[in-house]
């Protein structure tokens, strides 16, 4: 039968039916909302499938040999029972669009840094706490859903970051601050509704509505304080989390370019990333005299000058404010980073109208939360 497109959805099929061999040249195969429990071996020798829709079944693994549908473009096996993916799905080069959401997957392998045609990937609703790396290397990428990992705790930069990237959500995880490096490409985020975010990276204010601060009410950060970088917010108290990998932050106005030799160095380093991933080169890494430098190369840049005609990207060292809209009843802070005191003054003197600072200090790890002002 020279038909390329079967729609077998919603039949209450227990398997893949075999009458698929029926068909030449198929292409194209719905069979969502049944209950197949596995994909059969015979299934992985129909090379000429691109499209495979498994929504809705009773799926618990995705077979080693996947890997065989060589001409797969699009993978749909949302809303079933997976708890892993198996490796060998980082060999389906001519995938576009994947979408495992709904299962109960805690983490992605490594090796689908290898899809380099990804396009589209939907992860939301599983179990997540972390994110592999190796999936910046997916350069095609343009939409990632994120949302309901409830213990997603961060975006890796190098992620928010991909070069083509244009829709980004991950609303009610357990974010405990947001990337402040973002594509420039970006134009759809989803990602206010996260208990634990006290502040906004200036980046976000485009996509920001005021409708946003009737957000649920504001959970404090469970994971251990120790080791990281806050600074305390004197208008309202709030202490605000910085980028992890932040060593030092400066005040606007500064009487002198403070920024380091060793970031200056970690920029070049990224710049060979262009060619190689830095962050798999062992050999590098064994080299480095203290271990905080090897996670600072495996991160990447953590910020991008709020200067839009700069953008440079920051690591360790930079100009900070906390800043709110003037005239706003709005209660969000925002924050601005600066590679430069003369990026902070352009950026200060283009929006003196629309913002006004407020004063901060470096906050230290006895530094109690108190939820009524000032310590006496």
């Known amino acids: 039968m020279n038909r390329t497109i079967l729609h077998w959805s919603y039949l209450n099929f227990r398997d893949v039916p075999m009458d698929l061999f029926l068909y030449e040249d198929l292409e194209e195969v719905y069979l969502k909302e049944n209950f197949i429990s596995a994909i059969p071996q015979w299934l992985l020798s129909i090379t000429t499938l691109k499209f495979i829709h498994l929504a809705g079944n009773n799926l618990t693994e ?63 609703k599983n179990r997540f706490r972390r994110l592999p790396i190796q999936l910046c290397e997916c350069v095609r990428l343009n939409e990632l859903n994120l949302s309901d990992n409830e213990n997603l705790l961060h975006i890796p930069e190098r992620i928010a970051n991909l070069p083509m990237l244009q829709s980004l959500a991950a609303d009610r995880c357990a ?14 985020v989803r990602i206010f509704h996260n208990t634990s975010i006290n502040y906004l990276p200036m980046i976000y204010e485009k996509f920001y509505q005021n409708f946003y601060d009737n957000r649920q009410k504001f959970t404090p950060i469970t994971i251990s304080h120790k080791g990281l970088f806050w600074v305390r917010e004197l208008a309202t108290y709030k202490r605000l989390l910085l980028p992890v990998g932040t060593r030092r932050v400066f005040e606007v106005p500064s009487k002198e370019n403070r920024i380091t030799l060793y970031d200056d160095c970690l920029h070049a380093i990224q710049t060979l990333n262009r060619q190689v991933p830095v962050y798999e080169n062992s050999a590098l890494h064994r080299l480095l005299p203290e271990p905080y430098m090897s996670s600072q190369i495996n991160n990447g840049a953590i910020a991008r000058c709020t200067t839009t005609q700069c ?29 430069s005191q003369s990026c902070a003054n352009f950026w200060l003197a283009a929006n003196s109208r629309r913002y006004f600072q407020l004063p901060w200090r470096v906050s230290d790890d006895d530094d109690e939360d108190v939820d009524n002002g000032p310590r006496k």
């Open 311 to 339: 953008s440079r990207c920051l690591y360790t060292t930079y100009y900070f404010m906390v800043v709110k809209r003037f005239g706003s009843s709005s209660k969000q802070l925002f924050t601005c980073n600066f590679c």
């Open 175 to 188: 974010l405990i601050y947001l990337p402040a490096a973002l594509s420039k490409f970006m134009n759809h």
């Open 62 to 124: 995705l077979p080693m040999d996947i890997y065989m549908l060589e001409n797969l473009e699009f993978l749909d096996v949302s809303n079933n029972e997976l708890k892993e993916l198996p490796p060998t799905l980082g060999l389906l080069l001519r995938l576009q669009q994947l979408n495992v959401s709904g299962n109960r997957l805690t983490q992605l392998p490594k090796e689908m840094s290898n899809l380099r045609n990804l396009e589209q990937l939907n992860i939301s």
